[in-house]
């Protein structure tokens, strides 16, 4: 089935540096990749929708400029959590669909800790 | 936009009792509603899907049924067992403007514990 790796799975970094999370998708393209944020506890929200060779679609409420994302390839989406803070602190998942528009198969999760 | 309501928050059964968590959507135009169980510290996995024009499903000892007209759906798993104990997640589907893709809106989560 389809596969979509995610790295790192746990980082810990200071307050104030930035963090890139990779997500691949291994054994399909997918021109759309979705990144969610999950809190403990929580449901999945929506941050934004990674478009390969356009820009990211941002859902309301999350900056722009805050969470950088990248889809350089078919394969792969990048998630960059600039001067992180503490609040940043969080489990982040992307998604890619498969199977025609609507299934989503996840990776296994990035969770960041900021000092 | 879309907002998914899911309930119960928490849920515990008997081993073999029935488990059903139910959601309503706001969004008619939604199309797609899969459920999901997510262990703790893993990734979400897709269960059940049920599509708009299918009014129930079934695989095995999970069902999902739906109901567009009152817009709600509901997730049965009959026979529980001790590794049914997971956080299930349902979604509905938005559609995506402009030849964007569909995106997935999550309900709240139900912690299902399953007691031996």
């Known amino acids: 089935g389809a596969v979509v790796s995610q790295h790192p799975s746990r980082v810990i970094c200071k307050s104030g540096t930035s963090v890139k999370i990779e997500c691949r998708s291994l054994d399909f393209q997918a021109t759309t990749m979705f990144w969610y944020r999950q809190f403990p506890k929580q449901s999945l929200m929506l941050m934004a929708t990674s478009n390969e060779g356009s820009k990211a679609t941002y859902e309301q409420g999350v900056e722009k400029d805050k969470f950088l994302i990248n889809h350089a390839s078919l394969t792969l989406s990048t998630l960059t959590v600039t001067s992180a803070h503490p609040e940043d602190s969080s489990f982040y998942i992307c998604s890619a669909p498969y199977s025609g528009a609507n299934v989503l198969t996840f990776g296994a999760g990035s969770r960041l800790t900021v000092l | 936009g879309e907002n998914v309501e899911q309930h119960p928050s928490t849920l515990s059964v008997q081993e073999g009792d029935s488990a059903v968590i139910k959601c309503t959507y706001s969004d008619s135009a939604s199309n797609y509603f899969p459920w999901y169980k997510q262990e703790l510290g893993k990734r979400p996995q897709l269960i059940i899907d049920i599509r708009s024009n299918v009014g129930e499903k079934k695989d095995q000892r999970i069902a999902v049924t739906l109901n567009k007209t009152a817009k709600h759906f509901s997730l049965h798993i009959t026979e529980t067992q001790p590794e049914d104990s997971a956080v299930y997640f349902c979604?509905?589907?938005?559609?995506?403007?402009?030849?964007?893709?569909?995106?997935?809106?999550f309900g709240t989560g139900t912690l299902l514990a399953v007691q031996p």
């Open positions: 979604a509905a589907s938005i559609k995506g403007y402009g030849g964007a893709t569909n995106k997935l809106i």
